[in-house]
């Protein structure tokens, strides 16, 4: 399923990437969907919110299965819509201590904005404070990078890199059919979100189940419960769990069993899901050295359309306007 937008961007990347394909199997590793039992005796998974028994009749795995991959195909297709909106992000950290007290915080806040067709994000405060003279020149300087680079892509590479993403996509289905397969789901319920009815799936890894992607290899090691919109087939909220020590390359990332992950998603003028709020607990290890024990939230706010007349104009253009219109955003 596709989300693109979380703690997977970590500060000093200025492209904003979301789908929730790749967030399933890499979202600990780069730092940052009931098994049979549980559907025998209906206790809840632990670390998952409790939900009062079904008041609709039951689902069956097919039927939540197709609504998986429903979900899913839609998700891809509204990260397209996604890139019509900016928005604000602010990320708020916290580490903490061997006894889970938090030692130290910090936060960041950015502009979400739209680049030729891209999401691209700017620092505009650390510590909710606005950022230096120094530091507001630099980020300035960022993003009018991205702005020329586009300017002057050639066409081969345009197509290169709509390729690319088109490529992605297709990668991201395939990856939901690995979902749809590599777990047993147990349909918990109903419940209300945001004024919205949403069906209550839980997920367990699959006894048996062998990957296909290599990323899918790590989906045994998470377990996870989704909200989906009744009426627009849409997740609206992803509660996803370790349950297992995840390794990658030999040990150089540990990510321990316990770490969690909450995404939460909004409809916003009747046309599109953005994102809302993520919040993450990551218990890990860097190269048997560096443990990293931290509480991170994100929170996303002032969403807006961009509009298709809008342009970011360079200092250089404004003082020696070009004869013709030049490409803009």
């Known amino acids: 399923m596709g989300c693109q937008a979380s703690p997977a961007n970590r500060p000093g990347s200025n492209f904003v990437t979301i789908p929730m394909k790749s967030l399933l199997a890499c979202l600990f590793l780069i730092l940052f969907f009931s098994s049979s039992a549980f559907a025998q005796n209906g206790t809840a998974p632990p670390g998952l919110a409790k939900l009062e028994p079904a008041t609709t009749s039951q689902l069956s795995q097919d039927q939540i299965q197709h609504l998986i991959r429903e979900a899913a195909e839609k998700d891809i297709e509204n990260d397209k819509k996604q890139r019509d909106y900016t928005y604000i992000q602010r990320e708020e950290e916290h580490k903490l201590d061997g006894k889970s007290e938090i030692k130290s915080s910090e936060s960041r806040t950015y502009e979400i904005m739209v680049l030729y067709e891209e999401q691209v994000r700017k620092l505009?405060?650390?510590d909710d404070k606005p950022l230096s003279d120094s530091d507001a020149r630099k980020e300035d300087e960022k993003v009018q990078k991205i702005i020329e680079k586009r300017k002057t892509e050639s066409e081969g590479d345009r197509r290169k890199r709509v390729e690319k993403q088109d490529k992605d996509r297709q990668e991201g289905r395939q990856f939901v059919k690995e979902i749809a397969d590599a777990y047993s789901f147990h349909f918990a319920g109903e419940e209300k979100l945001y004024g919205r009815e949403?069906?209550?799936?839980?997920?367990?890894?699959?006894?048996?189940?062998?990957?296909?992607?290599k990323g899918a290899k790590f989906l045994p090691k998470f377990r996870f419960r989704v909200w989906v919109d009744r009426a627009e087939k849409e997740w609206v909220k992803l509660d996803i769990q370790c349950i297992d020590t995840v390794s990658v390359g030999l040990f150089l990332v540990r990510v321990h069993k316990g770490s969690n992950i909450q995404i939460e998603q909004l409809r916003v003028n009747d046309e599109v899901w953005l994102p809302k709020q993520v919040s993450l607990k990551l218990d890990a290890r860097l190269a048997l050295l560096k443990g990293l024990n931290i509480d991170e939230d994100v929170t996303y706010r002032d969403y807006r359309k961009f509009r298709t007349d809008t342009r970011i104009v360079p200092e250089a253009d404004i003082q020696n306007p070009p004869s013709q219109s030049s490409p803009h955003p």
């Open 124 to 126: 505009i405060a650390k």
């Open 198 to 213: 949403t069906l209550v799936i839980d997920a367990d890894p699959r006894a048996g189940y062998e990957p296909h992607m």
